[in-house]
Nanobody
Framework: QVQLVESGGGLVQAGGSLRLSCTPS????????MGWFRQAPGKAREFVAR????????YYANSVKGRFTISRDNDKNTVYLQMNNLKPEDTAVYYC????????????WGQGTQVAVSS
């Protein structure tokens, strides 16, 4: 059974930092693209960032560019999202996702981890 397990969410003040982790299990993701989406209350789920597990290339949503960094540790089979200079509008449930192309239609989703940023 394939699972994506997220951790690292929490409550932080504006300007603070958090690091999310996503560890997959059940199959190899070495040839996949993995990344993060988020969904704020009353809003649609939106793309945040993605990384190619094979070559490490990255891509970010404009709203987080320069503040968030996605990275991977192939030895630990883990993807990270370092979030700096957090804003109240970053408050959302963050989901890890994976597919073989560009996360246009993820094949796998995590259960989500809550991030709350207070002003």
């Amino acid at each position: 059974q394939v699972q994506l397990v997220e951790s690292g969410g929490g409550l932080v003040q504006a300007g603070g930092s958090l690091r999310l982790s996503c560890t997959p299990s059940g199959r190899s993701f070495s040839s996949y693209t993995m990344g993060w989406f988020r969904q704020a209350p009353g809003k649609a789920r939106e793309f945040v960032a993605r990384i190619s597990m094979s070559d490490g290339s990255t891509y970010y949503a404009n709203s987080v560019k320069g503040r968030f960094t996605i990275s991977r540790d192939n030895d630990k089979n883990t993807v990270y999202l370092q979030m700096n200079n957090l804003k109240p509008e970053d408050t959302a449930v963050y989901y890890c996702a994976a597919d073989k192309i560009s996360l246009s239609r993820p094949d796998y989703w995590g259960q989500g981890t809550q991030v709350a940023v207070s002003s």
